[in-house]
Every structure is written in structure tokens, then in C-alpha cells.
């Protein structure tokens, strides 16, 4: 029962955040110097087109009701049309988002094979030549920006040896293994900030369980090193890991952006970004609210987890 | 690590000046903070330091390799390649310097008072704090930009936007605990002000963490900018700045990788310095590591 009021509570201040971050989009895009209709139009577009404009829309009616007609018509999955292409913008979400779901999850997956290993064999070789190399490639690969990895990547791997294309998409139901082959790099590009971000804290979170007392317990009855470095210590470590796959999703929203754009993939970074330079505002608007639900969604996931890995914070009740 | 072990079990308790200034003698941030200084310093003397105009276009060197004419040669218009890295620190020093500025204004203020009233206030702040962090950097760049144009302006003010709320949350937390202490709780019942409590005893102790977060803040600004701009969002043409190199450098990425290399390196030398600095600094300044 104590759960069921923690997710309710949850659930209570998503819908919150949602309905902030929805009114926030709303207002920047009708807060649009002059007329929103010429600025979907354009400063060219005929007195019919803006007329046809302000009835498609709804542009004649006051702002509020403006607002609850685009909500409600989002909720039911009608995000209106592009002004570029006139497809529903709903749809081209629905194309554009699995493949940039498909980027992010093999990006999370890198960082996860990579950096736990790597974060554990740190953090118990304190000191080691091992330790010093890891943190120093997890420092570097904080300093590189997305974009600028990626391009040493293509120079690398596509220019240079000719073992992987440069860019471009093929879909998984076409070509699994060119798929894959194109997937590669973005994905490693993509998931290299995680991976040094989570080698960093995962080690630092394990220095402290491995200094803790329970470990010395653990330790002095006798149990194995690798049974008191992964049933113990790493299983109160896990935390960390959750909350930096949990604190980093913005970066992996932008990150797609980027390396969609430096890789060529027709995914929902791209989408955004060519939103942005075609001024699609009906896109804009549907791209970012997708993004901040996504981003809510994905925040209260990571929440329940926690709540799964460690009962003291349901126990506490508090966020 | 290891040598702030030493440096706190050997030195006497008492705080010197020439203890409290040991740190700087560390390779580590001898080396960062050159750096970091030759970069501010570049960047504030560009036009004096470069040999060429950044926008001056030469057709008859076009791509030109490195020379005795120029240095680091030529890119595709016949700009000198050398000029545009020293003025396109200038991007990256204003964007990074700026957009810190913008958040720390903003992020301790917010962060203190919600950190020594807490109650409804707080709650309050946190809520929207979960808002702005629903808005990934990026998306809230690429929408400024929508809305009022790109320009290296609108970049730096997303950017610095962005910051805030990581800053609330350190500024916040550490005023919680303070807010606990003995000297706070003694200013307190004597009636000392508020105002005069935030300003005076809970600030100047929130300093040191908040150096850190500025020095590790600048270099995610510096990629941000170089990222805005590598996607045509920040700098505007013809204005140089690292991230719209890479992106002007791309097409020539097989016949001249230099074009790519160099910007990459500069980025790459400025954000590690700046994070190992960061780093240092807080193994300096944090007590709680030096234990």
C-alpha cells in the first residue's frame, strides 16, 4: 500500500513536469514575433493560405483554448501536420523514433559492457596501471565532444581502413547485418560519454563499499574475493549505475542529435534538427514534446527501479 | 589522490598561506592550468597573435598544406587555418566563461534559498528544476534557435540555461548541511538577518565547491558551443569557431584531415585541461576527500 502511494505520487508529479514542459513549448512557439499564422506560412504566403492556415490551426481562437485543443488532440496521438512534406507529424515520429531508439539502446549497451568491467577492475586494482589507464581514457573521452569522436571515427575506420561505412542507414528488416555494420560506430560514439561517465562513478561507488565494514564482515568469514567483490559489493554499487543511465538521458537525447547529423541517420535527431532549419513548427512542437515524455517517462522508470534495487528508499517514502 | 593523503597527514593543521597554495605546486595542474591560461590569453589577444585576418580568403592557396606562408596551411576558401583556430577560441571563451557566468547568477541564489528555508519553497523549486531537466540541453538550444535564430548569443544563453539546474542542486545541498552547523545555528538564535547569514556565513563556505562546478561547467559549455555550432545553431559565418570548422572541414575529411584534426585537437586540449583542473580542485578543496 506504501507502494501503490509512491507510484501515485510519482505518477502525480510527471503529469506536472509534463504539463509544464508542454506549456513552455506552446508559449515559445506562439510567442513568436508577429502573426504565428505567417510564421507557419512565411512572410510570402498569400492572404487565402493564411487564411486556410488560421482555420487548419485553430490560430483565431484565444491562446488557452488554443492550447487545450493542441493538448487534446496530442493525448489522442494527432500532433497536425508538417507544413513541409503535409504528413501527419504523428506518423513521421512513429518512423523516425525506433531507429533512434535502436541507437540509443545499443549506445547504453556499449556503455554498460564496457564500463562496468571497467569500473570494477578500477576500482579493485586501486592504484594499478590498469586504474590509471581507465581513468585516463574515461577522461578523455569526457573531453572529446560527440561530434568530434565521431568524425575521428569515420576518418579512422571508414577513410582510413575501409572496415566500415561512413555513413548512411539501412533498415534492420532489410539488411540485419548492414544494420549492424551501419550502427557501429554511431552507436560507440554515442554511448562513449555514458561509458566514461559510468566507469567514474562506478568506481568511485565501489572504493566505498570496498571500504565499508560489511565488506571487512564479508571478508572475515571467510567468503572468496570474487564472491565479496560481486554479490557484495558490486550489488551495492548497482544504485550508481542506475542513476547515471538515469541522469544521463538528456545527453543521450542531444547525443543522438549530433551523431544522427555527423553519421547521417534518418532518425529523431535528425528529424528535430531539419524541423529546426525547415522552421516545421508543427514538427518542433511535436518533436520536443515527444522528447520531454520520453524523458519524464524513461526518469520514473529509472525510479521504480531504484525502488526495486533498494527497498529503503520506498520504506522512507520520499522521492 | 594519494598526494593529498600525504600533504594532510604531514602538514601542520594549521592552515598557512604556503600550505594553502601547495596545491598549485602539483604537476597536474601546473600543466592543466597552462593550458587553460594560454587559451584565455589567446583568445583575449587574438588579433594581436594571428597572422592573418580569419576571413580573408586567398583563391590562389586553396587547401594549401602547412608552409612557411601558413603555418597550419589553408582550408577551402584559402583561409589561414592557423588564424581561425586563434580567433575561434575566442567562440569558445565567451560561450564557456559566459554561460557559467549566466547559471552560477541565477543557480546559487535559487540554490541557497531553497536550501536554508526549504519547506514549500523548496518543493516548488525542485518541481520546476524537473522540468528544465526534461528539456535536454540540446532540444532547449535547438528551440531558442527556432524561435529567435542562431546566433552564438541565443547558444550561450541555452547553454548557460542548461547549467542551472545541476548548479542548484550542488548549491542547494551544500546549504543544507551547512544550514546545520553549529556557526549558522549560533548566528541564528543571535538575530543576526537573514540576508546577512546567507551573505556572510553560509556563502563564502559554499565557494570552494561552487570554484569546482564552475571549472568543470566551462568545458561542458565549450563542447556545447562547439557542438551548437558544428550543427549551424551557435557561430554564424563567416566568424570562426572550432565546431563550425569541423563541420565547413567535413567534405575534405579524406583529402585533407588536418581540416578535422586540428580543430578536434584544440577542443580536446582546452575541455581536459579544464576537467583535469576541475579534478585537482576538488581533491584540493574538497575536505571531505582529504580525510
Known sequence: ?319 | MSATDIAGSTIAPEPTRSRRLAFLRRPVILASGTVVAAFIVVAALAPAIAPYSPSATDFTAVLAPPSGRHLLGTDDLGRDVLSRLIYGARASQEAGVLATAIALAVAVPVGLVAGFFRGRLDATIARLIDVMLAFPSLVLAVALSAIFGPSLTNATLALGIAAIPGLVRVARGETLVLREQTFVKAAIVSATPTHTILRRHVLPNLASTLIVQATVTIPTAIIGESMLSFLGLGVQAPTPSWGSMLSAAEPYIASAPRLILLPIAAIFAVTLSYNLLGDALRDALDPRLRL
Open chain 1, 1 to 319: 500500500m506504501a507502494l501503490a502511494g509512491w507510484i501515485l505520487r510519482r505518477l502525480t508529479s510527471a503529469v506536472i513536469v509534463l504539463f509544464l514542459a508542454s506549456l513552455l513549448v506552446f508559449a515559445g512557439v506562439h510567442a513568436l514575433p508577429g502573426n504565428a499564422a505567417y510564421a507557419l506560412g512565411g512572410v510570402e504566403a498569400s492572404p487565402e493560405s493564411i487564411r486556410a492556415i488560421e482555420q487548419e490551426y485553430g490560430l483565431g481562437k484565444p491562446l488557452p483554448v488554443q492550447y487545450f485543443r493542441w493538448i487534446e488532440n496530442a493525448v489522442q496521438g494527432n500532433l497536425s501536420r508538417s507544413l513541409e512534406n503535409r504528413l501527419p507529424v504523428a506518423r513521421t515520429i512513429g518512423e523516425r523514433l525506433p531507429i533512434t531508439l535502436e541507437l540509443a539502446g545499443l549506445a547504453v549497451l556499449f556503455a554498460l559492457v564496457l564500463g562496468v568491467p571497467a569500473g570494477v577492475v578500477a576500482a579493485t586494482s586501486r592504484g594499478s596501471a590498469v586504474d590509471y589507464v581507465g581513468t585516463g581514457v574515461a577522461l578523455t573521452a569526457l573531453s572529446i565532444p560527440h561530434f568530434a569522436l565521431g568524425l575521428l571515427f569515420i576518418l579512422l575506420f571508414a577513410v582510413h581502413w575501409h572496415v566500415l561505412p561512413a555513413s548512411g542507414y539501412v533498415a534492420f528488416s532489410h539488411d540485419p547485418l548492414g544494420n549492424l555494420q551501419h550502427m557501429l560506430l554511431p552507436a560507440l560514439v554515442l554511448g562513449s560519454g555514458l561509458w566514461a561517465v559510468m566507469m567514474r562513478q562506478l568506481r568511485s561507488a565501489m572504493l566505498e563499499s570496498l571500504g565499508s565494514d560489511y565488506i571487512r564482515t564479508a571478508r572475515a568469514k571467510g567468503l572468496g574475493v570474487l564472491s565479496v567483490v560481486f554479490k557484495h559489493a558490486l550489488r551495492n554499487s548497482l544504485i550508481t549505475v542506475v542513476t547515471v543511465v538515469g541522469l544521463y538521458l538528456g545527453a543521450l537525447i542531444s547525443g543522438a542529435v549530433v551523431t544522427e547529423q555527423v553519421f547521417l541517420i534518418p532518425g529523431f535527431g535528425k528529424l528535430m534538427l531539419d524541423s529546426v532549419f525547415a522552421r516545421d513548427y508543427p514538427v518542433i512542437e511535436g518533436v520536443v514534446l515527444v522528447s520531454a515524455a520520453g524523458y519524464v517517462a524513461v526518469n520514473m522508470a529509472v525510479d521504480v527501479v531504484y525502488t526495486l534495487i533498494d527497498p529503503r528508499i520506498r520504506a522512507s517514502g520520499k522521492t
